[in-house]
């Protein structure tokens, strides 16, 4: 059974609480990206699970620069103007640059407490950019990224991930939500043609039917079957990367 302890992480910004799942010895390390609800029993679930397969699983706090916030019901935050309004201005405030600056912190992390092998990251919702982007910043480290329900993987933006394919090294996985407005399939051909071009090993697979959150139980588009389909090409990927 995968034990949880809750440990602080120095960053260049401040100091971040993180939750470290895992038993000693592990032989690899993941960073967890989390989503926009920030870290919570279900993404701690997630993580047990993660690291009951081996790995020491790292789930930083993004957004600690803010302080006390939430906690957000993922069911119903987006659709409470309150709520709403909170968690926009803490996403858009937390950004790429930030989120990559503390990876290294994240990563120091993982050897600070004896992960000495390779790491793989992987985000869900706004941390499957985060995943990317982290493989692309930290090229020796990271041998694999998958983002899942990822959004504007591939936008106008300067810090999209696609504009940073070619520092990618490791082996990558996107799963996207069958309608998602947030990467709709301009989107992905561009993502796609990027790494193709990039010379990285990726899959960008569409998981018909699945709604944008699919994969973290506490999400009101919630699929058990699309969710278990996600374990295990997340875990193939892992077992066939990190060992």
């Not at 032989?27 to 926009?36: E, L, N, S």
């Not at 201005?89 to 390779?118: C, K, N, V, W, Y």
Request: charged share 20%; proline share 5%; net charge negative.
């Amino acid at each position: 059974m995968a034990t949880k302890r809750q440990i602080e992480i120095k960053t260049p910004d401040g100091v971040a609480e993180a939750g470290l799942f895992g038993q000693p010895g592990a032989r690899a390390g993941v960073i967890f990206y989390m989503d926009a609800f920030g870290p919570r029993p279900a993404l701690d679930d997630m993580a047990e699970r993660l690291a009951g397969h081996g790995y020491a699983v790292l789930v930083p706090d993004l957004f600690y620069r803010h302080g006390a916030y939430g906690p957000f019901d993922a069911k119903t935050a987006f659709a409470v103007e309150k709520t709403r309004t909170e968690l926009r201005a803490i996403i858009a405030e937390t950004t790429q640059g930030m989120t990559m600056r503390d990876s290294g912190a994240f990563i120091a992390a993982l050897a600070s407490h004896g992960i000495s092998g390779p790491i793989g990251a992987v985000g869900y919702c706004m941390g499957g950019a985060r995943a990317l982007n982290a493989a692309a910043a930290y090229p020796d480290w990271i041998v694999a990224a998958a983002s899942f329900h990822g959004g504007n993987l591939a936008s106008d933006a300067p810090d999209s991930p696609h504009r940073s394919a070619a520092q990618i090294k490791a082996r990558v996985y996107v799963g996207c939500a069958g309608v998602d407005g947030s990467f709709p399939p301009e989107q992905s051909a561009l993502l796609a043609a990027s790494l193709r071009s990039a010379e990285v090993d990726h899959i960008i697979e569409n998981y018909v039917g699945m709604g944008h959150g699919w994969c973290v139980p506490d999400h009101g588009v919630f699929n058990e079957a699309g969710a278990e389909r996600h374990w295990k090409r997340l875990t193939t990927l892992f077992a066939e990367t990190l060992g």
